[in-house]
């Protein structure tokens, strides 16, 4: 695939991706996504021949950018508690940048059961190893005594939940607080996420 091709095919992913979020997976179609590239109908389907193709590529691009971002907590010799700030950090500023995924994750995978199943399948094998590595520290600290005994399992939900419930709040907590300015939000979104950072914190210390 040449340079033009890579950059069509990028080009009506991030209008399906659009059209996704804005509509849900349901009520988007390809004639809007096709529109929204400023591509053919035609040629749309070259590149991806069913709508749920053009849905499971971004989730797996998804999934890979976060898996990415994980990973790299993992390269340098950090002590357990930059560990879990990175965490935090990371999936929080990931949020930052898909403001609109939390919900659309609630509404198109979780409520949806064949969604739900192929997304599983498909973030399992690519998280699975990070989530070993990170329970290996875990059981390490512990084992010292650094921190109180808890579960992987606890920890990454806890993780997870209180990053995700910022996003899916945000448009209430938007026009509740008058966050309508770009500048005014970002820095809101900043010490929230040190906020999170060091509520997690706080709840592993004995």
Not at 190 to 200: A, L
Request: aromatic share 10%; glycine share 2%.
């Amino acid at each position: 695939m040449n340079n033009s091709e890579l950059n069509t095919e990028q080009i009506i992913l991030a209008a399906a991706e659009a059209e996704f979020l804005e509509k849900g997976y349901g009520n988007a179609k390809t004639v809007g996504i096709a529109a929204r590239a400023s591509v053919s109908h035609s040629m749309l389907h070259y590149y991806f021949r069913t709508k749920e193709q053009l849905f499971q590529k971004i989730f797996k691009e998804k999934v890979e950018t976060i898996t990415q971002m994980f990973s790299g907590i993992f390269e340098q010799n950090r002590a357990f508690e930059e560990v879990i700030r990175s965490f935090v950090e990371t999936q929080f500023n990931f949020l930052m940048q898909n403001q609109r995924l939390p919900q659309f994750v609630i509404s198109e995978i979780i409520l949806n059961k064949n969604n739900r199943q192929w997304a599983i399948e498909t973030l399992f094998p690519q998280i699975f190893p990070i989530y070993c590595a990170l329970e290996k520290m875990l059981n390490d600290e512990i084992s010292k005594g650094t921190i109180r005994r808890i579960s992987i399992r606890d920890l990454t939900l806890n993780i997870i939940s209180i990053n995700i419930a910022v996003f899916v709040a945000l448009p209430v907590v938007k026009e509740a607080f008058q966050l309508n300015d770009s500048e005014v939000l970002d820095n809101f979104l900043v010490q929230k996420r040190e906020i999170n950072v060091q509520f997690i914190l706080n709840a592993l210390r004995p």
